[in-house]
Protein backbone atom coordinates (compact mmCIF):
# COMPACT_ATOMS: atom_id res chain seq x y z
CA UNK A 1 0.00 0.00 0.00
CA UNK A 2 3.26 2.21 0.40
CA UNK A 3 3.65 1.66 -3.08
CA UNK A 4 0.22 2.38 -4.21
CA UNK A 5 -0.83 4.69 -2.08
CA UNK A 6 2.53 6.95 -0.58
CA UNK A 7 5.61 6.75 -0.85
CA UNK A 8 7.94 3.53 0.39
CA UNK A 9 11.67 3.22 1.55
CA UNK A 10 13.07 -0.05 1.05
CA UNK A 11 16.92 -0.74 2.21
CA UNK A 12 18.21 -3.10 -0.57
CA UNK A 13 21.94 -2.95 0.82
CA UNK A 14 22.30 -6.21 2.39
CA UNK A 15 20.57 -8.87 0.47
CA UNK A 16 22.19 -9.06 -2.64
CA UNK A 17 25.38 -9.56 -4.29
CA UNK A 18 27.64 -6.61 -6.05
CA UNK A 19 30.51 -7.67 -8.26
CA UNK A 20 32.82 -5.00 -9.46
CA UNK A 21 34.52 -5.50 -12.98
CA UNK A 22 37.40 -2.99 -14.17
CA UNK A 23 40.18 -3.05 -16.59
CA UNK A 24 40.95 -2.83 -20.02
CA UNK A 25 39.10 -6.14 -21.26
CA UNK A 26 36.02 -5.01 -18.77
CA UNK A 27 33.65 -3.89 -21.42
CA UNK A 28 34.77 -6.99 -23.73
CA UNK A 29 34.39 -9.44 -21.13
CA UNK A 30 30.71 -8.74 -20.28
CA UNK A 31 29.98 -8.02 -24.01
CA UNK A 32 31.10 -11.55 -24.95
CA UNK A 33 29.01 -12.84 -22.30
CA UNK A 34 25.68 -11.11 -22.26
CA UNK A 35 22.99 -10.68 -24.49
CA UNK A 36 22.83 -6.77 -24.30
CA UNK A 37 24.20 -4.22 -26.88
CA UNK A 38 27.11 -2.35 -25.29
CA UNK A 39 27.49 0.47 -28.38
CA UNK A 40 25.25 3.04 -26.62
CA UNK A 41 25.81 2.12 -23.21
CA UNK A 42 26.61 5.40 -20.85
CA UNK A 43 28.56 6.33 -18.07
CA UNK A 44 26.16 5.92 -15.39
CA UNK A 45 23.43 4.20 -17.43
CA UNK A 46 22.14 0.75 -16.14
CA UNK A 47 21.03 -2.16 -18.18
CA UNK A 48 19.28 -5.17 -17.16
CA UNK A 49 21.95 -7.84 -17.95
CA UNK A 50 21.33 -11.39 -19.26
CA UNK A 51 23.69 -14.31 -19.76
CA UNK A 52 23.18 -17.52 -21.55
CA UNK A 53 24.85 -20.95 -22.32
CA UNK A 54 26.14 -21.97 -25.65
CA UNK A 55 22.47 -23.28 -26.16
CA UNK A 56 20.68 -20.43 -25.26
CA UNK A 57 18.91 -21.13 -22.25
CA UNK A 58 18.88 -19.15 -19.65
CA UNK A 59 22.23 -18.65 -16.75
CA UNK A 60 20.63 -15.71 -15.10
CA UNK A 61 20.61 -11.80 -15.29
CA UNK A 62 21.56 -9.28 -13.08
CA UNK A 63 21.87 -4.87 -12.70
CA UNK A 64 24.66 -3.65 -14.93
CA UNK A 65 25.57 -0.42 -13.65
CA UNK A 66 28.22 1.39 -15.86
CA UNK A 67 30.63 3.38 -13.21
CA UNK A 68 33.18 4.70 -15.97
CA UNK A 69 34.48 3.97 -18.92
CA UNK A 70 36.25 0.30 -17.99
CA UNK A 71 34.22 0.40 -14.59
CA UNK A 72 31.18 -1.54 -14.05
CA UNK A 73 28.97 -3.26 -10.49
CA UNK A 74 26.76 -5.98 -11.87
CA UNK A 75 24.01 -6.52 -8.82
CA UNK A 76 21.71 -9.12 -8.07
CA UNK A 77 21.81 -13.11 -7.54
CA UNK A 78 25.52 -14.76 -7.30
CA UNK A 79 24.41 -16.84 -10.11
CA UNK A 80 25.51 -14.25 -13.38
CA UNK A 81 28.22 -13.11 -11.51
CA UNK A 82 29.73 -16.16 -10.75
CA UNK A 83 29.46 -17.02 -14.51
CA UNK A 84 31.59 -13.55 -15.54
CA UNK A 85 34.10 -14.41 -13.01
CA UNK A 86 34.81 -18.41 -14.25
CA UNK A 87 35.44 -17.08 -17.82
CA UNK A 88 37.00 -14.16 -16.86
CA UNK A 89 39.47 -16.71 -15.07
CA UNK A 90 39.68 -19.25 -17.85
CA UNK A 91 39.65 -17.46 -20.89
CA UNK A 92 42.61 -15.13 -19.76
CA UNK A 93 40.55 -11.65 -19.96
CA UNK A 94 42.70 -8.73 -18.89
CA UNK A 95 40.12 -7.48 -15.70
CA UNK A 96 40.46 -7.23 -11.83
CA UNK A 97 37.32 -8.77 -10.60
CA UNK A 98 35.95 -8.37 -6.99
CA UNK A 99 32.96 -9.52 -4.97
CA UNK A 100 31.08 -7.98 -2.19
CA UNK A 101 28.49 -10.98 -1.21
CA UNK A 102 25.01 -10.40 0.85
CA UNK A 103 24.80 -10.51 4.29
CA UNK A 104 23.31 -13.60 4.85
CA UNK A 105 26.31 -15.76 4.40
CA UNK A 106 27.99 -13.59 7.42
CA UNK A 107 25.84 -11.31 9.31
CA UNK A 108 29.09 -9.35 10.43
CA UNK A 109 30.11 -8.34 6.73
CA UNK A 110 29.52 -4.83 6.20
CA UNK A 111 28.93 -4.09 2.53
CA UNK A 112 30.77 -1.61 0.24
CA UNK A 113 27.65 0.27 -0.54
CA UNK A 114 24.32 1.48 0.63
CA UNK A 115 21.49 1.25 -1.54
CA UNK A 116 17.91 3.07 -0.98
CA UNK A 117 14.88 2.92 -3.29
CA UNK A 118 12.12 4.90 -2.49
CA UNK A 119 8.88 4.61 -4.69
CA UNK A 120 5.37 5.88 -4.78
CA UNK A 121 3.11 8.90 -5.83
CA UNK A 122 4.41 10.92 -3.13
CA UNK A 123 8.70 9.88 -4.21
CA UNK A 124 9.14 12.91 -5.85
CA UNK A 125 7.68 14.78 -3.37
CA UNK A 126 9.97 13.18 -0.65
CA UNK A 127 13.11 13.80 -2.74
CA UNK A 128 12.44 17.61 -2.90
CA UNK A 129 12.02 17.57 1.13
CA UNK A 130 15.42 15.46 0.92
CA UNK A 131 17.46 18.00 -2.27
CA UNK A 132 15.16 21.53 -1.75
CA UNK A 133 14.46 21.21 -5.64
CA UNK A 134 13.64 18.05 -7.80
CA UNK A 135 16.59 16.46 -9.45
CA UNK A 136 17.74 16.78 -12.62
CA UNK A 137 15.41 14.96 -15.03
CA UNK A 138 17.49 11.86 -16.61
CA UNK A 139 16.10 8.95 -18.73
CA UNK A 140 15.02 5.42 -16.99
CA UNK A 141 17.35 3.31 -15.51
CA UNK A 142 20.00 6.48 -16.07
CA UNK A 143 21.67 7.96 -13.05
CA UNK A 144 22.70 11.32 -11.89
CA UNK A 145 25.05 12.45 -9.07
CA UNK A 146 23.86 14.00 -6.18
CA UNK A 147 25.03 15.95 -3.18
CA UNK A 148 23.38 15.81 0.76
CA UNK A 149 25.27 17.66 3.72
CA UNK A 150 28.53 16.77 1.64
CA UNK A 151 28.24 13.29 0.57
CA UNK A 152 27.90 12.44 -2.90
CA UNK A 153 26.39 9.59 -4.44
CA UNK A 154 24.06 8.10 -7.19
CA UNK A 155 20.10 8.91 -7.99
CA UNK A 156 19.26 6.23 -10.53
CA UNK A 157 15.50 6.25 -12.17
CA UNK A 158 13.95 3.25 -11.20
CA UNK A 159 10.61 2.16 -11.25
CA UNK A 160 8.70 -0.86 -9.39
CA UNK A 161 5.58 -1.84 -9.34
CA UNK A 162 4.67 1.07 -12.17
CA UNK A 163 5.56 3.90 -9.22
CA UNK A 164 7.76 6.45 -9.83
CA UNK A 165 10.78 6.68 -8.07
CA UNK A 166 15.08 6.96 -7.72
CA UNK A 167 17.24 4.07 -5.89
CA UNK A 168 20.08 5.89 -4.27
CA UNK A 169 23.53 4.22 -4.69
CA UNK A 170 26.79 5.42 -2.44
CA UNK A 171 29.33 4.65 0.19
CA UNK A 172 27.95 2.62 2.97
CA UNK A 173 29.98 4.63 5.74
CA UNK A 174 27.37 6.88 5.16
CA UNK A 175 24.39 4.37 5.07
CA UNK A 176 22.95 5.61 8.56
CA UNK A 177 22.94 8.86 7.24
CA UNK A 178 21.32 8.95 4.29
CA UNK A 179 18.15 7.26 6.16
CA UNK A 180 18.13 9.57 8.97
CA UNK A 181 17.51 12.22 6.09
CA UNK A 182 15.28 10.18 4.19
CA UNK A 183 12.93 9.41 6.79
CA UNK A 184 12.83 13.23 8.20
CA UNK A 185 11.98 13.89 4.28
CA UNK A 186 9.03 11.31 4.41
CA UNK A 187 7.40 12.42 7.78
CA UNK A 188 4.33 14.41 6.58
CA UNK A 189 4.47 12.25 3.35
CA UNK A 190 3.51 8.87 4.92
CA UNK A 191 6.66 6.95 3.91
CA UNK A 192 6.64 3.49 4.99
CA UNK A 193 9.45 1.56 5.88
CA UNK A 194 9.13 -1.81 3.40
CA UNK A 195 10.55 -5.01 4.66
CA UNK A 196 11.66 -8.08 3.60
CA UNK A 197 8.48 -10.04 3.43
CA UNK A 198 6.59 -7.32 1.53
CA UNK A 199 9.34 -6.29 -0.87
CA UNK A 200 9.40 -9.40 -3.45
CA UNK A 201 5.13 -8.97 -3.72
CA UNK A 202 6.07 -6.16 -6.45
CA UNK A 203 8.10 -8.30 -8.90
CA UNK A 204 4.24 -9.99 -9.59
CA UNK A 205 3.19 -6.67 -10.74
CA UNK A 206 6.54 -5.95 -12.32
CA UNK A 207 6.74 -8.97 -14.30
CA UNK A 208 10.50 -9.92 -13.00
CA UNK A 209 10.98 -14.36 -12.17
CA UNK A 210 13.89 -13.49 -9.30
CA UNK A 211 15.02 -17.01 -9.49
CA UNK A 212 15.25 -19.09 -12.48
CA UNK A 213 17.07 -22.36 -12.73
CA UNK A 214 20.38 -21.84 -14.46
CA UNK A 215 20.96 -24.30 -17.21
CA UNK A 216 23.88 -25.53 -16.49
CA UNK A 217 23.35 -28.32 -14.54
CA UNK A 218 23.42 -31.14 -17.02
CA UNK A 219 25.28 -30.04 -20.60
CA UNK A 220 28.16 -32.24 -20.32
CA UNK A 221 30.42 -29.07 -21.83
CA UNK A 222 29.69 -27.32 -19.01
CA UNK A 223 31.35 -30.11 -16.42
CA UNK A 224 34.34 -27.74 -15.59
CA UNK A 225 32.21 -25.27 -14.82
CA UNK A 226 30.39 -26.82 -12.30
CA UNK A 227 33.74 -28.36 -10.98
CA UNK A 228 34.78 -24.70 -10.56
CA UNK A 229 31.47 -23.56 -8.68
CA UNK A 230 31.31 -24.10 -4.90
CA UNK A 231 28.39 -25.63 -3.66
CA UNK A 232 27.92 -22.98 -1.21
CA UNK A 233 25.95 -21.14 -3.32
CA UNK A 234 22.40 -20.69 -4.45
CA UNK A 235 22.99 -22.37 -6.85
CA UNK A 236 24.95 -25.27 -5.48
CA UNK A 237 21.86 -25.53 -2.76
CA UNK A 238 18.31 -23.46 -3.96
CA UNK A 239 15.60 -26.06 -3.10
CA UNK A 240 12.82 -27.16 -5.98
CA UNK A 241 9.35 -26.99 -4.65
CA UNK A 242 6.07 -26.76 -5.68
CA UNK A 243 3.52 -28.92 -7.33
CA UNK A 244 5.15 -28.94 -10.89
CA UNK A 245 8.02 -32.14 -10.93
CA UNK A 246 9.94 -33.42 -13.37
CA UNK A 247 12.77 -36.05 -13.04
CA UNK A 248 14.90 -34.24 -15.81
CA UNK A 249 16.09 -30.73 -14.14
CA UNK A 250 15.96 -29.60 -18.02
CA UNK A 251 12.78 -29.22 -17.68
CA UNK A 252 12.83 -26.47 -14.81
CA UNK A 253 15.45 -24.95 -17.51
CA UNK A 254 14.06 -21.09 -19.51
CA UNK A 255 15.54 -19.33 -22.35
CA UNK A 256 15.25 -15.75 -22.67
CA UNK A 257 12.56 -15.51 -25.69
CA UNK A 258 10.46 -17.73 -23.35
CA UNK A 259 10.86 -15.15 -19.72
CA UNK A 260 10.48 -12.28 -21.99
CA UNK A 261 13.84 -11.12 -22.57
CA UNK A 262 13.62 -11.08 -26.39
CA UNK A 263 13.76 -7.54 -26.18
CA UNK A 264 17.24 -7.09 -24.38
CA UNK A 265 18.75 -9.14 -26.76
CA UNK A 266 21.14 -7.44 -29.75
CA UNK A 267 22.56 -9.79 -32.30
CA UNK A 268 24.58 -7.42 -33.69
CA UNK A 269 27.42 -8.43 -31.65
CA UNK A 270 28.96 -11.73 -30.63
CA UNK A 271 28.48 -13.65 -27.67
CA UNK A 272 28.21 -16.67 -26.07
CA UNK A 273 24.89 -18.78 -26.98
CA UNK A 274 24.06 -16.12 -29.77
CA UNK A 275 23.07 -18.67 -32.91
CA UNK A 276 21.28 -20.93 -30.44
CA UNK A 277 19.25 -17.50 -29.08
CA UNK A 278 18.42 -17.22 -33.33
CA UNK A 279 17.31 -20.85 -33.33
CA UNK A 280 15.13 -20.77 -30.28
CA UNK A 281 13.33 -17.69 -31.21
CA UNK A 282 11.02 -19.13 -33.91
CA UNK A 283 11.06 -22.88 -31.63
CA UNK A 284 9.58 -21.08 -28.43
CA UNK A 285 6.38 -22.42 -27.99
CA UNK A 286 5.99 -20.76 -24.45
CA UNK A 287 5.61 -16.99 -23.10
CA UNK A 288 5.61 -15.33 -20.28
CA UNK A 289 1.95 -13.95 -18.43
CA UNK A 290 0.68 -13.01 -15.23
CA UNK A 291 -1.83 -15.34 -14.22
CA UNK A 292 -4.69 -13.90 -11.49
CA UNK A 293 -6.49 -16.59 -9.10
CA UNK A 294 -10.11 -16.12 -8.27
CA UNK A 295 -10.26 -13.89 -5.36
CA UNK A 296 -12.89 -15.76 -3.64
CA UNK A 297 -11.13 -19.51 -4.10
CA UNK A 298 -7.91 -18.10 -2.49
CA UNK A 299 -10.10 -16.18 0.73
CA UNK A 300 -11.89 -20.13 0.84
CA UNK A 301 -8.34 -21.89 0.21
CA UNK A 302 -6.28 -19.71 2.19
CA UNK A 303 -8.10 -17.83 4.44
CA UNK A 304 -6.29 -14.10 4.89
CA UNK A 305 -2.91 -15.67 5.00
CA UNK A 306 -0.20 -13.92 3.01
CA UNK A 307 1.72 -16.06 0.51
CA UNK A 308 4.80 -15.60 -1.65
CA UNK A 309 7.09 -18.22 -2.99
CA UNK A 310 9.42 -19.04 -5.61
CA UNK A 311 8.72 -22.72 -5.81
CA UNK A 312 7.57 -24.07 -9.02
CA UNK A 313 3.45 -25.01 -9.74
CA UNK A 314 1.72 -26.65 -11.98
CA UNK A 315 -0.46 -25.07 -14.19
CA UNK A 316 -3.51 -27.05 -16.56
CA UNK A 317 -6.45 -26.59 -18.72
CA UNK A 318 -8.61 -29.41 -18.78
CA UNK A 319 -6.39 -31.27 -15.77
CA UNK A 320 -3.33 -30.95 -18.86
CA UNK A 321 0.60 -29.48 -17.75
CA UNK A 322 0.31 -26.36 -20.02
CA UNK A 323 2.48 -24.04 -18.32
CA UNK A 324 4.46 -23.77 -14.87
CA UNK A 325 4.14 -20.60 -12.95
CA UNK A 326 7.72 -19.77 -11.40
CA UNK A 327 6.72 -17.04 -8.63
CA UNK A 328 3.68 -15.66 -6.90
CA UNK A 329 3.11 -13.60 -3.91
CA UNK A 330 -0.41 -12.21 -2.06
CA UNK A 331 -1.24 -9.20 -3.11
CA UNK A 332 -3.05 -7.34 -0.58
CA UNK A 333 -4.43 -4.48 -2.64
CA UNK A 334 -5.92 -6.89 -5.35
CA UNK A 335 -7.14 -9.24 -2.24
CA UNK A 336 -5.67 -12.39 -4.56
CA UNK A 337 -2.67 -14.13 -5.30
CA UNK A 338 -0.61 -13.20 -8.33
CA UNK A 339 1.63 -15.48 -10.38
CA UNK A 340 4.42 -14.83 -13.09
CA UNK A 341 3.83 -17.81 -15.44
CA UNK A 342 5.30 -19.54 -17.83
CA UNK A 343 3.00 -20.62 -20.83
CA UNK A 344 2.01 -22.63 -23.83
CA UNK A 345 0.91 -19.56 -26.12
CA UNK A 346 -1.92 -20.98 -26.87
CA UNK A 347 -3.44 -20.59 -23.83
CA UNK A 348 -1.68 -16.73 -23.26
CA UNK A 349 -4.12 -14.61 -24.45
CA UNK A 350 -5.82 -12.14 -21.69
CA UNK A 351 -8.61 -13.75 -20.45
CA UNK A 352 -8.13 -17.17 -20.56
CA UNK A 353 -9.39 -19.21 -17.97
CA UNK A 354 -6.75 -22.02 -16.41
CA UNK A 355 -6.15 -23.91 -12.74
CA UNK A 356 -3.24 -22.84 -11.08
CA UNK A 357 -2.18 -26.02 -8.65
CA UNK A 358 -0.69 -25.25 -5.35
CA UNK A 359 0.92 -27.65 -3.22
CA UNK A 360 4.69 -29.26 -2.65
CA UNK A 361 5.00 -32.82 -4.58
CA UNK A 362 6.75 -35.28 -2.59
CA UNK A 363 9.59 -35.78 -5.77
CA UNK A 364 11.46 -38.32 -6.98
CA UNK A 365 10.01 -42.22 -6.87
CA UNK A 366 6.54 -40.82 -7.39
CA UNK A 367 4.29 -39.95 -10.53
CA UNK A 368 5.38 -36.41 -11.85
CA UNK A 369 1.37 -35.67 -12.41
CA UNK A 370 0.55 -37.10 -8.89
CA UNK A 371 -2.30 -35.21 -7.37
CA UNK A 372 -2.13 -35.24 -3.83
CA UNK A 373 -3.68 -32.56 -1.20
CA UNK A 374 -3.11 -30.12 -3.88
CA UNK A 375 -5.27 -26.92 -3.93
CA UNK A 376 -6.81 -26.03 -7.58
CA UNK A 377 -7.28 -22.28 -7.72
CA UNK A 378 -8.84 -21.44 -10.69
CA UNK A 379 -6.98 -18.16 -12.65
CA UNK A 380 -7.28 -16.07 -15.77
CA UNK A 381 -4.36 -15.40 -17.81
CA UNK A 382 -3.35 -11.29 -17.85
CA UNK A 383 -0.59 -9.74 -19.33
CA UNK A 384 3.15 -9.33 -18.47
CA UNK A 385 3.82 -7.06 -16.19
CA UNK A 386 0.49 -6.84 -14.75
CA UNK A 387 0.82 -3.38 -13.65
CA UNK A 388 0.00 -1.05 -16.88
CA UNK A 389 2.64 1.64 -16.12
CA UNK A 390 5.44 -0.62 -15.77
CA UNK A 391 4.49 -2.72 -18.70
CA UNK A 392 3.79 0.16 -21.17
CA UNK A 393 5.58 3.46 -20.35
CA UNK A 394 9.11 2.31 -18.62
CA UNK A 395 10.16 1.95 -22.23
CA UNK A 396 8.85 5.17 -23.63
CA UNK A 397 11.78 7.25 -21.58
Known amino acids: MGWLETVALMDLSYHMWDTFVSGPDATRLLSELSVNDYDNFAVGQAKQLVAVTQRGLLVGDGILLRHGEDEYILTGRSTTQSWITYHAEKHGYKVNIVHDPDCSRDPG ?34 TTRCELNGITFRALRHG ?13 ANHDRIKTAILEAGEDLGLVQVGALAYPTAQCESGWIPAPTPAFYTDPELLDYRRWASLNTVDGRQPLHGSFF ?59 DHFMSSGRYRVEASGNLIGVVMNCAFNNPLSTILGLAILDKAYSAPGTEVSLIMGDHPGPGTDSNLKQEFTELRATVQPCPYNEFARTEYRKD
Not at 114 to 126: H, K
Not at 266 to 287: I, P, S, V, Y
Open 160 to 172: MAGQPGYEFIGDY
Open 109 to 142: HIPRLFRYQVQGPNAQALIENIFGRPLPRVPFFH
Open 246 to 304: SPDIEDYYVNPWEIGYGKLICFDHDFLGRDALKTLKDETGRTKVTLVADPGDVREKFGT
